[in-house]
């Protein structure tokens, strides 16, 4: 005769695997939200990439139109005065004019067009040493400030600045 004894399981000890239960879920969760922190992370340097490969576009299209306009002056001395003090907040368009106006025209138009609120300054500091000065707003905030001094240059209030001195 065989005995069958019944077993109450409630009083066993619990085993390893009944421990375990619901732990690979919260493995997976656990995995789910370090993904998703590093895919998050992954997007911010993306974003912060791109924005500082624009940045150095517009530091490098600064560069460029400086340097055309210091090839103008310096192909173009016959007209220097023509060059003398320009500033494109108040000058820059003409409908009649000499080669050297309509050079500087085009310049301006260049400088608006590649650089947000671009702005120049062309200025004549002494003798045959011209100053070149393009401004633009780098952070698109709004600045207008026109300093162009390293040690008092404030990005929250000046367009960031690209000065070159040309000798003729």
Request: charged fraction near 20%.
């Given at each position: 005769?065989?005995?069958?004894?019944?077993?109450?399981?409630?009083?066993?000890?619990?085993?390893?695997?009944?421990?375990?239960?619901?732990?690979?879920?919260?493995?997976?969760?656990?995995?789910?939200?370090?993904?998703?922190?590093?895919?998050?992370?992954?997007?911010?340097?993306?974003?912060?990439?791109?924005?500082?490969?624009?940045?150095?576009?517009?530091?490098?299209?600064?560069?460029?139109?400086?340097?055309?306009?210091s090839g103008r002056l310096l192909g173009d001395r016959g007209n220097i005065a023509t060059y003398n003090d320009f500033d494109s907040q108040t000058g820059g368009s003409c409908t009649?004019?000499?080669?050297?106006?309509?050079?500087?025209?085009?310049?301006?138009?260049?400088?608006?067009?590649?650089?947000?609120?671009?702005?120049?300054?062309?200025?004549?500091?002494?003798?045959?040493?011209?100053?070149?000065?393009?401004?633009?707003?780098?952070?698109?905030?709004?600045?207008?400030?026109?300093?162009?001094?390293?040690?008092?240059?404030?990005?929250?209030?000046?367009?960031?600045?690209?000065?070159?001195?040309?000798?003729?």
């Amino acid at each position: 005769m065989m005995f069958r004894h019944r077993r109450d399981h409630s009083a066993l000890p619990a085993t390893l695997p009944s421990l375990q239960r619901g732990v690979g879920m919260l493995e997976v969760l656990i995995t789910l939200l370090v993904l998703a922190a590093g895919l998050l992370g992954s997007a911010a340097l993306h974003l912060n990439t791109l924005r500082e490969s624009q940045l150095a576009n517009q530091r490098g299209q600064a560069v460029t139109l400086a340097q055309d306009i210091s090839g103008r002056l310096l192909g173009d001395r016959g007209n220097i005065a023509t060059y003398n003090d320009f500033d494109s907040q108040t000058g820059g368009s003409c409908t009649s004019c000499t080669d050297a106006q309509q050079a500087l025209a085009d310049w301006k138009t260049r400088v608006e067009a590649n650089l947000p609120s671009g702005r120049i300054q062309l200025s004549n500091t002494g003798g045959s040493l011209y100053q070149v000065r393009i401004y633009w707003d780098e952070n698109r905030s709004g600045v207008t400030g026109l300093n162009c001094n390293k040690e008092e240059w404030d990005e929250s209030t000046d367009m960031a600045c690209y000065q070159l001195m040309v000798q003729l």
